[in-house]
């Protein structure tokens, strides 16, 4: 079920959630900042981390260039003046220990991509150091073309289609209509499989990052846990939101975090402002990586949120699988959607328009801020009732 990080326009809506009040609604672009807006090459759509056919290891996604039509879809290429990161937390002090840096080169259909491992200083940099350990082709089309070593790891670059989600029911005052609002569009996933790690306790987050003109690698966008710059930061911060590292979010954004916690009447302000910086998308590797421990393709994040906020099991937005399947085996990622127009609903003229890599809706942003915060507060009373 997609999460995915949305940038505030305006809206018009409001969702009434139990005992954390009437929640404003917002309406919402995919992009959350002016910097990624214009750089959706750069723009990181979702983080996915869960256990791969690996055991021992993980498989993280990242994926950018979002709701691409199909008429697109032949277009879609990775940045090769930016660094995809992916950056790994082995001891919880909010610092990466180890990040996985990827660069591609050419501009034509397949490019070249690079993937080192930094380590130490390098990890916490965003330049693009660090050992090689992968090297290859993107992929284009459905086809998959899987980069490995003889240690195990695997790499796909690649067009895959865009997870399930009902957004005409958010639309529509959370009318469920059970449709797959995002069927039939494309996405750019990085998808990276470890087939062993030293700790099963790790924090993830993704970043984005280009050299300004002064030489200097700037960090233009971020993501760890779904919606935390969406939903608590204010606008004229989130580009600086995304600049900043996981270990300083504590001292900035807590303030404004709580401003919104107040602001939704929370019951538990003080334990949820605690539990949601840093911004981390944290996973216990020893037990199933389901969200909210990690976060795998399948979730059906929606639905467990609203089950969440509501207490009742049986609660849904009827979208309960992707239109197309999930494999079982890496990249994980169902195969894009190819052609012209998306099919129905996605005629092309209201969500993606070929040639426009772009979409624009109005969506009630607020239920992901309630969802959210009802999964933070299931954690708190697991913790609670395990200590």
């Not at 070249?112 to 965003?126: C, K, S, Y």
């Not at 005629?347 to 942003?365: E, I, Q, R, Y």
Request: charged content about 20%; aromatic content about 6%.
């Amino acid at each position: 079920m997609r999460l995915r990080k949305l940038s505030i326009l305006l809206g018009a809506a409001a969702v009434s959630v139990g005992v954390l009040g009437a929640i404003p609604a917002m309406g919402a672009d995919h992009r959350d900042a002016d910097l990624t807006k214009a750089a959706p090459r750069s723009d990181i759509n979702d983080l996915y981390v869960f256990k791969g056919q690996s055991a021992g290891g993980y498989t993280a996604v990242i994926t950018v260039n979002p709701l691409t039509s199909p008429a697109d879809t032949a277009n879609l290429r990775l940045d090769p003046d930016t660094v995809y990161e992916l950056k790994v937390d082995t001891n919880g002090d909010a610092t990466a220990d180890v990040s996985y840096k990827l660069t591609a080169s050419g501009t034509g259909a397949i490019q070249d991509i690079t993937l080192r491992r930094a380590t130490g200083v390098d990890a916490v940099t965003n330049e693009p150091a660090g050992e090689v350990i992968l090297q290859g082709k993107t992929s284009s089309a459905s086809s998959v073309n899987v980069i490995s070593d003889a240690s195990g790891r695997k790499l796909y670059v690649g067009p895959r289609d865009d997870p399930f989600f009902d957004l005409a029911g958010f639309q529509n005052g959370l009318k469920f209509t059970g449709t797959d609002t995002f069927k039939g569009t494309n996405v750019t996933a990085i998808v990276f499989e470890v087939p062993s790690v030293p700790t099963q306790q790790l924090g993830f987050w993704a970043t984005t990052s280009k050299m300004d003109n002064l030489g200097k690698w700037v960090q233009l966008d971020r993501m760890g846990r779904p919606a935390i710059n969406t939903v608590f930061i204010p606008a004229d911060q989130k580009d600086a939101y995304n600049n900043n590292s996981p270990d300083r979010d504590k001292g900035i954004y807590t303030d404004e975090l709580r401003a919104v916690l107040t602001s939704l009447n929370s019951p538990a302000t003080d334990a949820l402002s605690g539990l949601l910086l840093p911004d981390i998308l944290t996973v216990d590797l020893s037990k199933p990586t389901n969200f909210l421990n990690g976060r795998a393709p399948a979730d059906d994040v929606i639905d467990i949120e609203l089950q969440a906020i509501t207490g009742n099991m049986a609660a849904g937005d009827g979208v309960n699988a992707n239109d197309k399947a999930f494999s079982a085996s890496f990249p994980y990622l169902a195969a894009p959607t190819m052609g012209g127009a998306p099919a129905a609903p996605n005629t092309g003229d209201s969500l993606v328009s070929a040639g426009s890599n772009g979409v624009s809706w109005t969506l009630p942003v607020a239920l992901m801020a309630a969802g959210l915060l009802g999964g933070a507060a299931v954690i708190v009373q697991r913790r609670k009732a395990q200590g």
